[in-house]
Structures are given as structure tokens and as C-alpha cells.
């Protein structure tokens, strides 16, 4: 299973790099990506990077949120700067066997291997 990390409280405007990881599991070969959900919405999908190496970002996270995985460590990342109380939810780390795309990336039915979730919540 998937374990997500680095969640917690920050003020607007501060930072936070989420972690997902799992013993054994190759992210190498497949898509990730991030998925948030807030107190009595639906769960969105964040951000993705594509197994041919594409990233995809929610409009409402571009150019504040970097999606990135180390091989090493077999460890994915979202780096969050610039943090507004609007982003504060639970997120979710997720693994796709498909190749995603624009249409695709923030479809949750697409991923089959999902983390727990880490929550994050930024104060105004």
C-alpha cells in the first residue's frame, strides 16, 4: 500500500512537499498523481505525471504545485508553495498502469493503487 506524508498546518502563503512511497512498489513504469479532497466535495485530481512523462496540474494549482519522483528512492513528491486556505484538504496519493492524458489524469477510475491520506490544512 501506498503511504502519503508531509501533510500539516501552515499559514497562506507557506509551503508544504508531500511524500508517497511503498516498500517494493516500482512507481517507475506506471502514472502518478495527486488527488485532494476537501470537507463535502468530491475528490479532484491535482496534478500527474504520465508515464511518458508528461505533467498535468489543476488550474487552480498551476505554477504553485510541482509533481515530481525520484527513481532512487522510489518516492514520489508534490511540492505545494505559495498555499491558500482553499487548498486545505486530505490528500491522496495514486498510481495508473495507463499511459494518462489531459482527459484522463484527473479521472480517479484510472488508478488502481491509492495511498492514505495526509492531511493539509493552511490557516488564513
Known amino acids: 500500500q501506498l503511504q502519503a506524508s508531509g501533510g500539516g498546518l501552515v499559514q497562506a502563503g507557506g509551503s508544504l512537499r508531500l511524500s508517497c512511497s511503498a516498500s517494493?512498489?516500482?512507481?517507475?513504469?506506471?502514472?502518478i498523481g495527486w488527488f485532494r479532497q476537501a470537507p463535502g466535495k468530491e475528490r479532484e485530481g491535482v496534478s500527474c505525471?504520465?508515464?511518458?512523462?508528461?505533467?498535468y496540474y489543476a488550474d487552480s494549482v498551476r505554477g504553485r504545485f510541482t509533481i515530481s519522483y525520484d527513481s532512487a528512492r522510489h518516492t514520489m513528491y508534490l511540492q505545494m508553495n505559495t498555499l491558500k486556505p482553499a487548498d486545505t484538504a486530505v490528500y491522496y496519493c495514486?498510481?495508473?498502469?495507463?499511459?494518462?492524458?489531459?482527459?484522463?489524469?484527473?479521472?480517479?477510475?484510472?488508478?488502481?493503487?491509492w495511498g492514505l491520506g495526509t492531511q493539509v490544512t493552511v490557516s488564513s
Open positions: 505525471l504520465s508515464s511518458d512523462g508528461t505533467t
Open positions: 517494493g512498489f516500482n512507481f517507475g513504469d506506471k502514472s
Open positions: 495514486a498510481a495508473s498502469f495507463w499511459r494518462l492524458g489531459t482527459d484522463t489524469y484527473y479521472n480517479s477510475n484510472y488508478y488502481s493503487y
